[in-house]
Antibody, heavy 117, light 107 residues
Framework: EVQLVESGGGLVQPGRSMKLSCAAS????????MAWVRQAPTKGLEWIAT????????YYRDSVKGRLTISRDNAKSTLYLQMNSLRSEDTATYYC??????????WGQGVMVTVSP | DIQMTQSPSSMSMSLGDTVTITCRAS??????VNWFQQKPGKSPRRLIY???NLADGVPSRFSGSGSRSDFSLTISSLESEDVADYHC?????????FGGGTKLELK
């Protein structure tokens, strides 16, 4: 069974950093691209970043470029999102999702990040 | 960026109704549209991929249609368990973009 389990969220002050992790199991992690998607409270879904299966390519939405970094450790079957210089508008539930043959076939349960003084 | 205009933003329907939700892309995205269902407090679940393909385990009352810039999700006979938010996604071109979502409630 495919499982994606996010961790590392919580309350953080503006301007500080936080690192999210997503532990994958039930499939060969190193064969799949992965992505992060977020959802601000009562808002819609927003794609943030994608990383290729072999870590050779990454893509970001403009609003997070230079502040958020997606990475992966295939040996540990884990996806990461390093978030620096956090802003109030980064407050959201962050989902880890698998690319599959088409986008986003499996999702984690999500982890909440609240940016507040 | 490609805009995905989803409508309606909310709808109230009766059990057994046929429900149609639409997404219009601001440019040609081919067939690279997925549809997702999200129940309250839960993660999204993929329903439809590449515009028309039913994902594994999804009931056959769900269907997707469309190509290029006009897409729709249809629920042929609404059941109570279908109460949820629905989202479309284009993944033809970065940045990938979602529609604004549709909240489906029971009348």
């Amino acid at each position: 069974e495919v499982q994606l389990v996010e961790s590392g969220g919580g309350l953080v002050q503006p301007g500080r950093s936080m690192k999210l992790s997503c532990a994958a199991s039930g499939f060969n992690f190193s064969n799949y691209g992965m992505a992060w998607v977020r959802q601000a409270p009562t808002k819609g879904l927003e794609w943030i970043a994608t990383i290729s299966y072999d870590d050779t390519s990454t893509y970001y939405r403009d609003s997070v470029k230079g502040r958020l970094t997606i990475s992966r450790d295939n040996a540990k079957s884990t996806l990461y999102l390093q978030m620096n210089s956090l802003r109030s508008e980064d407050t959201a539930t962050y989902y880890c999702t698998r690319m599959g043959l088409t986008a986003f076939d499996y999702w984690g349960q999500g982890v909440m990040v609240t940016v507040s003084p | 960026d490609i805009q995905m205009t989803q409508s309606p933003s909310s709808m109230s329907m009766s059990l057994g109704d046929t429900v149609t939700i639409t997404c219009r892309a601001s440019q040609d995205v081919g067939i690279y549209v997925n549809w997702f269902q999200q129940k309250p407090g839960k993660s999204p679940r993929r329903l439809i991929y590449r515009a028309t393909n039913l994902a594994d385990g999804v009931p056959s009352r769900f269907s997707g249609s469309g190509s290029r810039s006009d897409f729709s999700l249809t629920i042929s006979s609404l059941e109570s368990e279908d109460v949820a938010d629905y989202h479309c996604l284009q993944y033809d071109e970065y940045p990938w973009t979602f529609g604004g979502g549709t909240k489906l409630e029971l009348k």
